[in-house]
C-alpha cells in the first residue's frame, strides 16, 4: 500500500509520498514521486499501485517526450493526457497478462504542476482506465493509496487561503495518522514544494529520526485536547454516581 498526496493553495503546490514498499514479508524503501522536466520547466508525478506498471507508464512518457517531434507540454492537461494514453498503453500490453496472474491493474496517480501556458498550478488525478479528476477550491487536495485515515485532519482544516507553513503541517498530520494506522505505509517520506512566487520546486526526504518532535509533540497534545473536550450526555447515564 502507498500514502500519497498532493495540495494546492493559493501559495503553490506540496506534494508528499511515503517510500515504504512491502513484498509479502519484506518491507523495502522506494521513491514513489518523480519530478520530470519538461524543457524549462518540471512537474511531479505521484503513483500507487504495481511498481512494474508504473515504471513502464513513466518510460514510455520519457521516450515520447524525448521524440523530437514532440514540444514540450504547453499546460499541465496536455501532459496529463499524455500520461494518460500511456497509461492506456501499458493496460493494453499487460492488463490480460497481469490479471491471468491475479494481480490487479491498479495504478493510480496524481500529476501536477504549472507549466508554460497555466495560468495557476493544478494537479490531477488520474485512474487506471485513464480518464481523470482535477483538484479544485472546495477540496484543496488529492490523495491515492490508503487514503482513509488521512482524510478527517484534511476536511477539517486545510483550506485553499491556508499559508505554506501550516499545510506542510497539515499534510505531515495526514501521512502520521495514516502511518498509525496502516502497516503497509511508512517512512521515508518525501514532500516537495512549488512556490507561486519564484516558480521553483524545491524537495527534501525525512525519516523516521527527522520528526520525532513533531511525532512526539502530536501524540501529546492529542491526548490533552481529548481531555479538556466538555463533558457529554453520556456522564449522567453511562457512568457510576
Known sequence: MTYCLGIKIKDGLIALADGRITAGTQVTAARKVTLIKNGKEQFFVMTSGLRSVRDKTLAYLRR????????????????????????RTVAAEDKEALEASNLKFNLHAIIG??????????????????????????????????????????????????????ALKLAYLSFDSTRYSSADVGYPIDLLTYHVKDHKWREDQFDYDHLVEQ????????????????????????LPE
Not at 215 to 238: E, F, Q, S, V, Y
Request: hydrophobic letters at 35%; one cysteine or more; glycine letters at 4%.
Open 64 to 87: 515520447d517526450m524525448a521524440d523530437k517531434k514532440t514540444r514540450p507540454f504547453p499546460t499541465m492537461l496536455d501532459a496529463a493526457n499524455a500520461f494518460a494514453r500511456c497509461l
Open 215 to 238: 511525532r512526539h509533540w502530536w501524540n501529546k497534545h492529542i491526548t490533552d485536547l481529548a481531555n479538556r473536550l466538555p463533558n457529554g450526555p453520556w456522564m449522567d447515564t453511562l
Open 113 to 166: 504542476g504549472q507549466l508554460s501556458k497555466d495560468e495557476e498550478p493544478t494537479m490531477f488525478l488520474i485512474y487506471p482506465e485513464g480518464n481523470w479528476i482535477e483538484v479544485d477550491e472546495r477540496t484543496p487536495y488529492l490523495s491515492i493509496g490508503a487514503t482513509t485515515y488521512g482524510k478527517p485532519i484534511l476536511d477539517r482544516a486545510l483550506k485553499q487561503q491556508t499559508t505554506m507553513p501550516m
